[in-house]
C-alpha cells in the first residue's frame, strides 16, 4: 500500500469517526429519573426532537418560569420538543431537598410534566458529563439557575440562554420553530 494510499485511508476513517460523533451529538450520556430508578439513555429517548435542556432550582428567583417551561413543553411535545430538567444544588443551596421533594415541588407547585432528571452539578470540578459537553461545544457554564441551552433535531446545540432570558422570550421561542421546522 502506497504512502498516498494510507494518508487517504486515514482521513476516511477519521471523516467516519467525526461523523459519528456528529451524529450522536450531546446527547450521549444516561441520567436518572428524577426520583427514580430508571435510566434514559439521552440519545435513544431524545435524539431527533429539539430540546431545551435547563437546570432548575426550587428555592431560587427564578423558579417561576418551571410554569413557562411547562407550558412551552405541552405546546410543542406534539411537534417533536421537550423541555429537559436537571435540578441542581450549585448555587448557593437553591436546591438542597432530595429528588423526591424537588419532584414533588415541582408537580404540586408548578404542574411539572416535561421530563426531569437526576441532581446534578453543573460547574465546577464536579460537572456532570452532559453539561461539560454542553460547555465544550458553547464555551458556556451557567452562571445560575435556569440557564437553558437548545439543542436541534441532530443534536447540535443552537442556542444558550441565561438565567434572565424567559422561557417564553421571543428570541427562544423563534429558535425553537425553526429548529422544529427544519429537518
Known amino acids: 500500500m502506497s ?15 467525526g461523523t459519528a460523533t456528529a451524529k450522536s ?3 450521549a450520556h444516561k441520567y436518572r429519573t428524577l426520583a427514580g ?3 434514559v439513555n439521552l440519545q435513544k429517548t431524545y435524539g431527533g426532537k429539539v430540546l ?6 426550587s428555592k431560587c428567583g427564578y423558579t417561576p418560569q418551571f410554569e413557562a417551561l411547562e407550558a412551552m413543553h405541552a405546546k410543542y411535545k406534539d ?13 448557593m443551596g437553591q436546591d ?3 429528588e423526591k421533594e424537588i419532584k414533588d415541588f415541582c408537580t404540586l407547585t408548578y404542574g411539572v410534566k416535561f421530563p426531569m432528571f437526576e441532581k446534578v452539578h453543573v460547574k465546577g470540578n464536579d460537572t ?3 453539561y461539560r459537553d454542553l460547555k465544550a461545544r458553547t464555551g458556556d457554564v451557567p452562571a445560575w439557575n435556569f440557564h437553558k441551552f437548545l439543542i436541534d433535531r441532530n443534536g447540535k446545540v443552537i442556542g444558550s440562554f441565561p438565567s ?11 429558535k425553537i420553530e425553526a429548529a422544529l421546522k427544519a429537518n
Request: glycine share 8%; hydrophobic share 50%.
Open 164 to 174: 434572565k432570558v424567559k422561557p417564553d422570550d421571543a428570541a427562544i421561542v423563534s
Open 37 to 39: 430508578q430508571e435510566q
Open 25 to 27: 451529538g450531546v446527547l
Open 3 to 17: 504512502i498516498k494510499t494510507m494518508i487517504y485511508a486515514s482521513m476516511m476513517v477519521f471523516a467516519v469517526a
Open 79 to 91: 411537534q417533536g420538543f421537550a423541555v429537559l430538567g436537571f435540578p441542581s444544588n450549585d448555587f
Open 96 to 98: 438542597p431537598g432530595t
Open 128 to 130: 456532570t458529563p452532559f
Open 52 to 57: 431545551l435542556v435547563v437546570n432548575t432550582a
